[in-house]
């Protein structure tokens, strides 16, 4: 572990560096051409060498070897909902496995929605017709239930009307 986490700091250090010199390397480009990219380069390679400059390099290696090696440990186990850097196989081996999408754990286990019958198709339809008629008997123009009627009124006259069809 300490020998991956060495190299990983390491990488990060000259990620820093590197991108702190290309950056001024960029902007001396945009404001002085070659030659003041050329200077820029030069004075970001000097800043690099202060105090200041190491500092800086190191408390971004720092960083971003923590965020990278110091991450969540699965070997209990764990869900996890988001991207995560995670440490698998620590304990030995370990399964990754997707609960949604094509590679999914879950999708054998989820019946598929069945098609309803023929006969059960029409029998909807035929409660959905008695319903329709139920509540153009037992309601206002303007949709309201007329007085002293109640949905449990307009399912009992749906379901009479039904077995009349």
């Known amino acids: 572990m300490a020998v ?30 070659p030659p003041g990219a050329a200077a820029a380069a030069s004075a970001a390679t000097a800043q690099l060498a202060t105090p200041l400059g190491v500092t800086a390099v190191e408390l971004a290696a720092e960083t971003g070897t923590e965020y990278a090696v110091g991450s969540e440990k699965m070997a209990m ?34 019946k598929p929605k069945r098609s309803r019958s023929r006969s059960a198709r029409a029998a909807d339809k035929k409660l959905s017709k008695a319903f329709k008629m139920a ?8 949709g309201q239930l007329r007085k002293g009627k109640t949905q449990r009124d307009v399912a ?10």
Do not use: C, D, H, W
Request: glycine residues 12%.
């Open 156 to 165: 009992r006259m749906a379901q009479r009307l039904r077995k009349k069809m």
């Open 4 to 33: 991956k986490k060495s190299t990983v700091k390491n990488f990060y250090r000259a990620l820093a560096a590197s991108a702190y010199v290309a950056g001024a390397t960029a902007a001396g480009l945009a404001l002085g051409g």
């Open 77 to 110: 186990g764990g869900l996890v909902m988001e991207p995560t850097f995670a440490m698998i196989g620590e304990a030995g081996p370990e399964m990754v496995i997707p609960l949604t999408g094509s590679g999914a754990l879950m999708s054998p286990l989820v």
């Open 135 to 142: 509540n153009s008997k037992l309601r206002l123009k303007n």
